[in-house]
């Protein structure tokens, strides 16, 4: 079974404060997507990691892949109030499982103002 | 922007009730998943369609939950009988086909509560 572990589950910080997030898995993937989800509402689509060592930035969020394309993190530098929500990881295995998506626990980030 | 709908965005029922849940995805969309979200949990696959066929349900309890997409357009998931250990956001997701990527847009979501 595929598995992934996120860290840290909560995360607490204040505005402006940097920060990193964590997927790990003892599994290879063929690609990892990050979402945030905001309370009450489904998952937004941040990004997609393919390639073993890639790295993503959108705004002040970067992306990196593991070289193996087992794990992947998310860095955020000079986070805000609107980067609050919570952070999941998924992984897809191209040809397994029909092609689902395997989601972390995910990662709840609060930025105090 | 082309979005994935879903409706009710809120549900509360009774033990034993029957509810459903409606999902329109984003237009020209073949897949479709179903997934359930415990708090503080990420999602869990209940059902997968390509086009009007299931593709994977194998962790749907199908004692008591059906799901269909007939038309291979929108879908409906329902659970009879509702159980309190049913309570949780329900999402659906589409993507515009099986691919190596399988990127996935997800709608609101339809927050159940079994009383």
């Known amino acids: 079974t595929q598995l992934l572990e996120q860290s840290p589950q909560f995360l607490s910080i204040q505005e402006g404060e940097n920060l990193t997030v964590y997927c790990n898995s003892s599994s290879v993937f063929s690609s990892l997507q990050w979402y945030r989800q905001e309370p009450g509402e489904g998952p937004v689509l941040l990004v997609t990691?393919?390639?073993?060592?890639e790295v993503k930035k959108l705004k002040r969020l970067t992306f990196q892949f593991g070289d193996a394309r087992k794990d992947s993190s998310l860095h955020i530098t000079a986070a805000q109030p609107g980067d609050t929500g919570l952070y999941l990881c998924a992984g897809h295995n191209y040809g397994g499982s029909q092609g689902n998506l395997i989601f972390g626990k995910g990662t709840k980030l609060s930025v105090k103002p | 922007e082309a979005e994935v709908a879903q409706s009710p965005r809120y549900k509360i029922t009774e033990k034993s009730q029957a509810v459903a849940f409606w999902c329109d995805p984003i237009s020209g969309h073949a897949t479709l998943y179903w997934y359930r979200q415990i708090l503080g949990q990420g999602p869990e696959l209940l059902v997968q369609?390509?086009?009007?066929?299931?593709?994977?349900d194998s962790q749907l309890p199908k004692d008591r939950f059906s799901a269909e997409r007939l038309k291979g357009v929108d879908s409906t998931l329902k659970i009879q009988p509702a159980e309190l250990g049913d309570s949780a956001m329900y999402l659906c997701?589409?993507?515009?086909?099986?691919?190596?990527?399988?990127?996935?847009?997800f709608g609101p979501g339809t927050r159940l509560t079994v009383l």
């Open positions: 369609f390509q086009d009007e066929s299931v593709v994977d």
């Open positions: 990691v393919v390639t073993g060592g």
């Open positions: 997701a589409s993507s515009l086909e099986l691919s190596f990527h399988n990127e996935q847009f």
